[in-house]
């Protein structure tokens, strides 16, 4: 399943922004198959927006879980090490 971020918020910016997207990340993790997010348009993301979209998914989902099936493309380098810092953090503190 692709989902196209800017088709759901305008920025990722915001917690509020992350939250609209954690909700339709959790409806495609709960299905088959690989999840990925196209950050198309989308320069820069701060780290409300990723603790809200990605972090949270670790209360439903494994650190190795979210690695193995989300993909990210279309995306800035900063983005992706935003993502991946956050995530990678939040994993240790949680284990």
């Avoid at 820069?44 to 927006?49: E, H, I, L, R, Y």
């Amino acid at each position: 399943m692709v989902i196209n971020v800017a088709e759901i918020t305008p920025g990722a910016n915001t917690a509020d922004q992350g939250a609209a997207l954690l909700s339709r990340v959790k409806d495609a993790m709960r299905m088959a198959g690989p999840v990925i997010l196209s950050f198309e348009g989308i320069q820069t993301a701060t780290p409300s927006f990723v603790n809200a979209s990605f972090v949270e998914l670790l209360t439903d989902f494994s650190y190795e879980d979210i690695k193995l099936r989300i993909r990210v493309i279309k995306s800035t380098r900063q983005i992706n090490d935003m993502i991946k810092v956050r995530l990678e953090k939040s994993a240790r503190v949680g284990a």
